[in-house]
């Protein structure tokens, strides 16, 4: 067995059994590897990004946290150059540090050789960036998904500071900047926010009232308004 496939391997083990614990010792006796070779394997998981811990005791081991972690992944590799380019894309975005591990664990449970040749390919591709590009803050992605009103401190395009209390509604991507789309309670409508103008994101405990982004609520001169899961 080579290492991609026992890395694979011991993924599913640890999914089969979770959230019970299982030892070095009886991984290394299942993959017939040391029990170092076993240690470095999930060392180099943890390092991916997979939600794998340690528990200590006589009846401990290491644990996966099931519910977070991929289950058998059949990609060709043209898909996977695919979802390589995709993720590569984003580097500039919010969303950039759960590409990476997105990247990372995709490559992980595909086979050697279709790894390989899929990495290579992407290394093929590039990105024309300009110099000045802009990063939206990691805690734009926090706004996003937060079901709860956010507190947000925004520089508009004159300079102005201003803060506000804002519900989260949706995103937008456009010319490389992302915009977070909420309501804004100050000024009581449908705002754009553009995420490199967030000075500070700060998520409240409070539940905002349930509503619907519509393509009518924008003020959008041109261009189509498309999910990213649109057929």
Not at 148 to 174: C, F, H, M, N, W
Request: net charge positive.
């Amino acid at each position: 067995m080579n290492r991609t496939d026992r890395l694979y391997g011991l993924v599913e083990e640890l999914r089969a059994v979770s959230p019970r614990p299982r030892s070095a010792r009886r991984l290394a006796e299942r993959f017939e590897v040391s029990v170092r070779t076993i240690e470095r394997d999930l060392a180099a998981l943890q390092r991916s990004g997979l939600p794998i811990w340690a528990e200590p005791g006589r009846t401990g081991g290491y644990v996966i946290d099931a519910s977070a972690t991929l289950g058998p992944a059949g990609f060709t590799v043209d898909e996977a150059l695919t979802v390589l380019i995709g993720l590569g894309s984003l580097r500039h975005s919010p969303f950039r540090q759960s590409a990476q591990t997105a990247a990372r664990k995709m490559l992980a449970v595909m086979p050697d050789r279709d790894a390989a040749r899929a990495s290579a390919l992407a290394s093929r591709v590039h990105f024309l960036e300009d110099e000045g590009d802009t990063v939206a803050p990691a805690e734009f992605v926090a706004a996003l998904r937060a079901d709860r009103v956010v507190r947000l401190r925004y520089q508009d395009a004159s300079g102005a500071d201003s803060t506000r209390d804002v519900e989260p509604l949706g995103s937008i991507g456009k010319d490389g900047q992302w915009y977070l789309i909420a309501w804004c309670r100050l000024r009581d409508g449908v705002r754009a926010f553009r995420g490199d103008r967030m000075l500070s994101v700060e998520v409240t405990d409070e539940r905002p009232p349930r509503r619907t982004l519509r393509s009518e609520d924008l003020a959008i001169s041109s261009g189509r308004l498309r999910s990213v899961i649109d057929d």
